[in-house]
């Protein structure tokens, strides 16, 4: 293959190293992460030397946590991050410092190093991966884990940690003008980014996702929700921030919107790519020469760096995390690893001269080790507490940041819907509705502030945003009766657990629905009987008899509907039916005539 490949053959190069090697990788249980820090050392200058630039991949590869960073922003109110603050600003404040001081204590005392050098070395170190560990925590479905939660907010507040980190390595490398001019302007133009993306985010983005929300068109949609994330991460970029923070502010920015779920199930797709092309590029810049030179020296840094890191994450997730001593194990073995903020970290440095191209490169090689060994020492620890597992109950506070998990999906916000839910808020049960009227959406979030977004229930990564899966019942209220039967199946297929209350506009409707186990409610059936009752009322009815007639037709018709639905395909027997109920219903009444009139 020439040098300079085509951007066509690095595509498949890079396509054709992730389907080969990923699947391989988890079928021997090794997690795909490790699959792709596979693949990348397969095709990169160490081996095949199928691609010989991956600094190129590695850049474009930086959007796969940028997109990362969003959705975490997505999925993290501002309530949410104020009911994790201690989390976040406790325990990862905790674990950054004392990490830190380890780490850069064994670098100055034990290896010689100058201050600076070990005060970089040692912060950047005590950073883990974000992407690594979520992605590692998603496979085994442990994110909402006692021991997953935490590792959630250690992992943001190392991420908001890194940004002044960054700032920090001029200064220590002493590269600073001393008027500090250049450093005001820097200040500035970081706060005039931030002031631009949170008023952005609150007067701008809502209108324009609104407008394009009202084309119906999803490419439209998925530009814009694209354009939102770049955007963002270029202008914070511009100003000397990291992409990953910007990114990050807008998807809190928009986590109150009705429009999270659509943005989250439009950028899902992009972010498993590029997270994964991310980790292929950690790979492909493993200098493998060296590991196979120092071969001891190597594995000894990655082996030092998960022993020091891995006692403070199993201390800090006990005494201030409330862990248990398993889950402070596993807490301490996913993020014991370097991250690739370090990788950004110690770049700056070596430009800075903080650090020789030789410490630097067996840094990065330490690095990439630790989070190659972090999935086969997972599994390691798996199977040794598999049978010691000890549940503890979960924190007040955690069960706080899940209470948004939703017991019922409400679709469609419209008469019925909206009647539902203000019932189910009424008694304080976690609900989440869908609609795509823009125009409902507004009214219900307005006037009630009900947790309604804008998204179709029928694509299968907007049930996934909602947490579709973690309901009880679906309350399908939407007005269109196509819609209700189509969601039906498509819920009933992907999670045969749930329980279906649709709402019913004919007879027809209503055997298309027990057909396929849903509780169907005949939408104006009630509201009829009531209109019923009250005319017989004014006709001279007496309120009991009144009462007595409705009560009457309501079972006869309940027995009706039950037997129609044994002959609902054989449409000569159900007309058949029909006739002979309407005769025997008369036939009732009258006998109840005739009794009263005994009486």
């Known amino acids: 293959m020439p040098h300079e490949s085509s951007l066509l053959q690095a595509t498949v190069v890079l396509l054709l190293a992730a389907v080969l090697v990923v699947p391989l990788a988890k079928r021997l249980q090794l997690g795909a992460v490790l699959g792709y820090l596979i693949a990348g050392v397969v095709i990169g200058?160490?081996?095949?030397?199928?691609i010989h630039n991956p600094e190129n991949v590695a850049h474009f590869s930086e959007f796969g946590v940028v997109l990362l960073l969003f959705i975490i922003g997505l999925e993290l109110s501002?309530?949410?991050?104020w009911l994790m603050r201690r989390a976040v600003f406790g325990v990862g404040l905790a674990q950054v410092v004392l990490s830190g001081l380890l780490i850069g204590g064994v670098a100055y005392y034990g290896f010689g190093q100058p201050i600076?050098?070990?005060?970089?070395l040692g912060l950047g170190l005590a950073l883990s991966s974000t992407a690594f560990g979520l992605q590692i925590l998603a496979e085994r479905k442990q994110l909402g884990s006692p021991h997953g939660r935490l590792a959630f907010a250690i992992l943001l507040f190392q991420d908001i940690a890194a940004i002044p980190l960054i700032a920090l390595i001029p200064l220590l490398a002493g590269n600073v003008g001393g008027d500090g001019g250049e450093t005001s302007t820097s200040v500035v133009k970081i706060l005039l980014s931030i002031a631009a993306v949170v008023v952005g985010g609150r007067y701008l983005l809502r209108p324009i996702f609104r407008m394009v929300a009202r084309t119906g068109l999803?490419?439209?949609?998925?530009?814009?929700?694209?354009?939102?994330?770049?955007?963002t991460a270029w202008l914070m970029e511009l100003a000397g921030v990291s992409m990953a923070l910007g990114a990050f502010l807008a998807g809190l920015l928009l986590a109150d919107s009705e429009y999270r779920h659509e943005l989250e199930s439009q950028l899902e797709p992009f972010k498993g790519l590029l997270l994964g092309l991310f980790f292929i590029s950690v790979g492909m810049s493993a200098d493998v020469g060296l590991l196979i030179a120092e071969p001891l020296t190597v594995l000894g840094l990655s082996v030092l760096l998960m022993a020091l890191k891995l006692p403070v994450l199993m201390v800090v997730g006990k005494l201030l995390g409330g862990l248990n001593r398993s889950s402070a194990l596993k807490l301490g073995v996913v993020l014991a690893a370097g991250g690739e903020f370090a990788f950004v970290i110690f770049q700056i440095a070596r430009e800075q001269q903080l650090f020789s191209p030789e410490l630097h490169s067996l840094l990065i090689l330490a690095i990439t080790l630790s989070m190659a060994m972090t999935p086969l020492l997972i599994i390691v620890i798996a199977k040794l507490l598999k049978p010691k597992v000890q549940t503890k109950p979960v924190p007040p506070e955690y069960e706080e940041i899940d209470s948004d998990a939703p017991r019922v999906v409400i679709i469609g916000m419209g008469r019925m819907g909206q009647i539902v839910a203000r019932i189910l808020r009424a008694q304080r049960v976690p609900f989440v509705a869908l609609d795509l009227s823009v125009d409902t959406i507004e009214l219900s979030r307005s006037i009630d502030s009900m947790p309604v977004f804008y998204g179709d229930p029928l694509r299968p990564e907007i049930l996934r945003a909602v947490d579709a899966d973690k309901a009880e019942y679906f309350v399908l209220a939407a007005d269109d009766p196509e819609t209700n039967v189509k969601i039906t199946e498509l819920v009933g297929r992907l999670y045969p657990h749930i329980k279906?209350?649709?709402?019913?506009?004919?007879?027809?409707?209503v055997h298309r629905l027990l057909e396929l186990g849903a509780t169907p409610i005949r939408e104006t059936f009630y509201s009829s009987l009531e209109m019923s009752r009250m005319t017989l009322m004014g006709l001279g009815l007496s309120e009991e008899r009144a009462q007595a007639r409705i009560s009457r037709f309501q079972q006869h018709d309940e027995e009706l509907l039950t037997a129609q639905h044994q002959v609902f395909n054989d449409r000569e027997a159900l007309m058949q039916s029909a006739r002979e109920a309407h005769d025997e219903l008369q036939a009732l009444f009258d006998a109840d005539v005739i009794e009263e009139r005994g009486l």
């Open 500 to 509: 279906f209350i649709a709402r019913a506009r004919s007879r027809f409707h």
């Open 78 to 81: 501002p309530k949410r991050l």
């Open 116 to 120: 600076r050098t070990a005060t970089v």
């Open 45 to 50: 200058p160490a081996a095949l030397q199928m």
């Open 218 to 231: 999803q490419d439209v949609s998925t530009a814009t929700a694209l354009l939102v994330v770049i955007g």
